[in-house]
């Protein structure tokens, strides 16, 4: 049975959408070229990952000479929206509360941050 397709970005799709994010407009060898090489990819694995994510509308691409370039659809910060939706619906009954409560909980803060998260909650009053 074939695996339920994810709308939010998959382990392997993240790291060639963080390229796309920060070099603009790029080829599949300047994907390739951009990524750690701890496991090195092969061209077809990525050429197939940014086919996978233009079908689910995280990018589009033109064609530049014999090459395509693959750009962005989605922005950073749209996907970041997405996939905190996703974690709140699936592990926090969708209360932002349950989340917060729970980074604080379970995560090492330092002061500074502390003292960012109070400002912001102070602001949001």
């Known amino acids: 049975m074939a695996r339920k397709k994810s709308a939010t970005l998959t382990e392997a799709e993240l ?15 300047d994907v390739l070229e951009a ?3 701890d496991p090195p990819l ?4 990525v050429l197939t990952t940014l086919r996978i994510l233009e079908e689910k ?3 589009k691409h ?8 693959y750009a962005p659809k989605v922005q950073r910060e ?3 929206k997405s996939a905190l939706r996703q974690l709140l619906s699936r592990f ?3 209360s932002a509360e349950q989340l917060v409560l729970n980074v604080l909980k379970h995560e090492k803060l330092d ?4 003292k960012r998260l109070k400002a912001m909650i102070g602001e949001a009053k």
């Open 35 to 37: 990524l750690p090489n």
């Open 92 to 94: 926090f009954e969708n």
């Open 15 to 29: 790291p060639l959408m963080n390229v796309l994010w920060s070099r603009g407009p790029s080829t599949v060898n």
């Open 42 to 45: 092969a061209y077809s694995t």
């Open 111 to 114: 002061a500074a941050e502390m």
């Open 78 to 80: 749209q996907a970041q």
């Open 57 to 59: 509308g995280y990018l």
């Open 62 to 69: 033109k064609k530049d000479g014999r090459a395509f370039l």
